[in-house]
């Protein structure tokens, strides 16, 4: 199974600051995608296809990575993006998830 | 809009089984898969598998062969997951979500998922 690796565990950001959030799997995958998951609720599709934005997702995210290096980024950090993110890699079964990283504010 | 309503909270003996079910409804059901995630605090998430809704073809993790059967009912948009010979390891929330069945195979919507507590 591929394993990914998510970085950091948790992190805290100031509001306005630029925030990026690493994930690199074990073996080479060919796309990335991210999910959101606020406390109490289901995760919610992010970032799809390494770069596309899910319905809603507002601009200041973006997607990026390729091979076994995947980034998702946050041009500028506002309360509303207080969540933990999972990357999920999307072509090699089983599919899996990374352990996430809880993202907070400073 | 797309909705897939999963049955309630599930508090099971050792050894026992469990049937959840996941309603879908606002879009053609048969159109997409239904994919089946385990989260837990320890492991996080888990992919359990998926049902291709129109053929009924089934494709499992292996770690969850012989744990869990995925079936469908076309008639009503529902799509079932049986986990049987349940141990406390069980215990966690169980979500549906629909799955495209092409690259680069991610799940666009979720249920609400159900807490299955496995305890004597």
Known sequence: ?106 | QVQLQQSGAELAKPGSSVKISCKASGYTFTSYYISWIKQTTGQGLEYIGYINTGSGGTNYNEKFKGKATLTVDKSSSTAFMQLSSLTPDDSAVYYCAREGGALPYYFDYWGQGVMVTVSS
Request: charged residues 15%; glycine residues 8%; aromatic residues 10%.
């Open chain 1, 1 to 106: 199974d591929i394993v990914l690796t998510q970085s950091p565990t948790t992190m805290a950001a100031s509001p306005g600051e630029k925030v990026t959030l690493t994930c690199r799997a074990s073996s080479s995958v060919s796309y990335m995608n991210w999910y959101q998951q606020k406390p109490g609720a289901s995760p919610k599709l992010w970032i799809y296809g390494t770069s596309k934005l899910a319905s809603g997702v507002p601009n200041r995210f973006s997607g990026s990575g390729s091979g076994t290096s995947y980034s998702l980024i946050i041009s500028s950090m506002e309360t509303e993006d207080i969540a933990t993110y999972y990357c999920q890699q999307c072509c090699s079964t089983p599919l899996t998830f990374g352990s996430g990283t809880k993202l907070e504010i400073k």
